[in-house]
T-cell receptor
Framework: DTGVSQNPRHKITKRGQNVTFRCDPI?????LYWYRQTLGQGPEFLTY????????KSRLLSDRFSAERPKGSFSTLEIQRTEQGDSAMYLC???????????FGPGTRLTVL | SQQGEEDPQALSIQEGENATMNCSYK?????LQWYRQNSGRGLVHLIL?????REKHSGRLRVTLDTSKKSSSLLITASRAADTASYFC??????????FGAGTILRVKS
């Protein structure tokens, strides 16, 4: 068990470009979450998967954001037409069925120039 | 914002002293959790207290929950330099998402 992994760890992009982040959860966990964290704030919930089904999406997740978990294992978060306001740390977490504790990955830090 | 509030925003203490952080949340909850975040290890779960519990202990950590006031506190006893980090409370509503507070930055001076 190597924990939750995220790639890339850092991404610098120009405004208007598309970016995609990947999250690999702990292997036996069927729940996967995406959060966004800006400097000086706590993480904010973006979306949640149970296996491959996306069960909840935050109003923060505009139509430029899309998340997938095609086989119920890894997940991707894509941001289209990035804006400077998208600059943040994007965190992925996973948890097991019936468990409340979430295990977080190291995050992907996005900088939009 | 959906986030709860934490106070103090920052706390600086000497090694060996106790640190207390407070958190308020906004909705009915299933449980409340505390997480620690530092640059080296990311967000790490510390302790969970269920809505029907009032106090819980884990090692040097003591958490209280007052659902009538929608508030919680985290006490770290006999602090160590390694406790230096940001601490976040996170409420879990009757679903699966966590709603985090803005955090308390704790600095323990050796």
């Amino acid at each position: 068990d190597t924990g939750v992994s995220q790639n890339p760890r850092h991404k610098i992009t120009k405004r208007g470009q598309n970016v995609t982040f990947r999250c690999d959860p702990i292997s036996e966990h069927n729940r996967l979450y995406w959060y966004r964290q800006t400097l000086g704030q706590g993480p904010e919930f973006l979306t949640y998967f149970q296996n491959e089904a996306q069960l909840e999406k935050s109003r923060l997740l505009s139509d430029r954001f899309s998340a997938e978990r095609p086989k119920g294992s890894f997940s991707t978060l894509e941001i289209q037409r990035t804006e400077q306001g998208d600059s943040a740390m994007y965190l992925c977490a996973s948890s097991g069925d019936g468990a409340n504790e979430q295990f977080f990955g190291p995050g992907t830090r996005l900088t939009v120039l | 914002s959906q986030q709860g509030e934490e106070d103090p925003q920052a706390l600086s203490i000497q090694e060996g002293e106790n640190a207390t952080m407070n958190c308020s949340y906004k909705t009915s909850i299933n449980n409340l959790q505390w997480y620690r975040q530092n640059s080296g290890r990311g967000l790490v779960h510390l302790i969970l207290i269920r809505s029907n519990e009032r106090e819980k202990h884990s090692g040097r950590l003591r958490v209280t929950l007052d659902t009538s006031k929608k508030s919680s506190s985290l006490l770290i006893t006999a602090s160590r330099a390694a406790d230096t980090a940001s601490y976040f409370c996170a409420s879990m509503e009757y679903g699966n998402k966590l709603v985090f507070g803005a955090g308390t930055i704790l600095r323990v001076k050796s």
